[in-house]
């Protein structure tokens, strides 16, 4: 909604947030990957549902940067890039 100085407006579900960036948040531009981009030990935080054969049918995949594994992808209501409630994070598997 809103940057001004180090504060943010955000619009959620249930009405405006307002955020302070300090001097040392980290804030990182996400960009268009392909599947093969994906890597072994990388952590990815993965949107889906459960398919037929219960294996997770991805909708959308995000490669984190490394030491981000645990921070989650953004806040619940929130809109934009990191509105979706935060995933588990994973670790890609060979083979799979």
Request: charged content about 15%; overall charge positive.
């Amino acid at each position: 909604e809103k940057v001004e100085g180090n504060g943010l407006t955000l619009r959620t579900q249930t009405g405006p947030a307002q955020a302070t960036l300090a001097p040392d948040t980290e804030v990182r531009l996400i960009v268009a990957a392909q599947a093969s981009d994906l890597k072994v030990g990388q952590t990815v935080t993965l949107t889906g549902a459960p398919g037929p054969d219960g294996a997770i049918q991805a909708r959308s995949v995000m490669i984190l940067p490394p030491g981000a594994a645990g921070q989650g992808a953004g806040a619940p209501g929130a809109t934009g890039s990191g509105g979706q409630r935060p995933s588990p994070t994973a670790t890609p598997t060979p083979g799979r």
